[in-house]
């Protein structure tokens, strides 16, 4: 019975072994694979809707990866541009990975668009509610849909934060607020 043990310990032995070093193989490879994480612009806090009935928020900035301190081969996922605080859920991100924009409720998203050439651009997301909601660059419309106030969503007990996952990020770039609905008749 022994001699069964001095065959199969040392079989045991070097099985885990081989387990170890593949498992932080397989650990190691996963972080070195890993996604950047997704931006949040970070500066403009202080910057919202006045009302909830209608508005706009316009923003001018530079999305030059370089700019932004960013890889152009390993761009994370998405920046958010604005997060409104007010009409909680209204949010104007730009996608590195398929070049869009995406902004209001419902949620509208663009053709693609090369934000990315080391320009300044103006983007706009004006609503009123109502009528509709519209999703402008450089002054020209790229998106337009129906507008649905948000719904105020209560969160009782601890809720992770929504940006945990995110990288903070500053640009030189402006954000404006105006308590009026623009590209509306």
Avoid: C, W
């Amino acid at each position: 019975m022994k001699q069964i043990y001095y065959y199969i310990l040392p079989i045991i032995i070097v099985g885990f072994i081989i387990f170890l070093a593949t498992s932080n193989s397989i650990t190691n490879n996963a972080v070195a694979n890993a996604e950047p994480e997704p931006l949040l612009l970070q500066g403009h806090d202080s910057v919202d809707f006045g009302n909830n009935e209608e508005g706009t928020i316009t923003f001018r900035g530079n999305f030059n990866p370089e700019l932004l301190g960013l890889n152009i081969e390993s761009l994370p996922s998405h920046i958010i541009i604005f997060t409104s605080e007010r009409l909680e859920g209204i949010r104007i991100i730009y996608n590195f990975q398929d070049k869009t924009l995406s902004a209001g409720s419902p949620i509208m998203k663009t053709q693609e668009l090369n934000l990315l050439d080391n320009k300044i651009h103006e983007v706009a997301y004006s609503f009123k509610d109502g009528i509709g909601q519209k999703l402008f660059v450089d002054g020209k419309e790229v998106a337009s849909g129906e507008y649905n106030k948000p719904k105020r969503v209560v969160i009782t007990a601890f809720a992770a934060s929504d940006y945990a996952n995110y990288q903070e990020t500053n640009m030189d770039s402006t954000i404006e607020s105006s308590e009026t609905a623009m590209g509306f008749n």
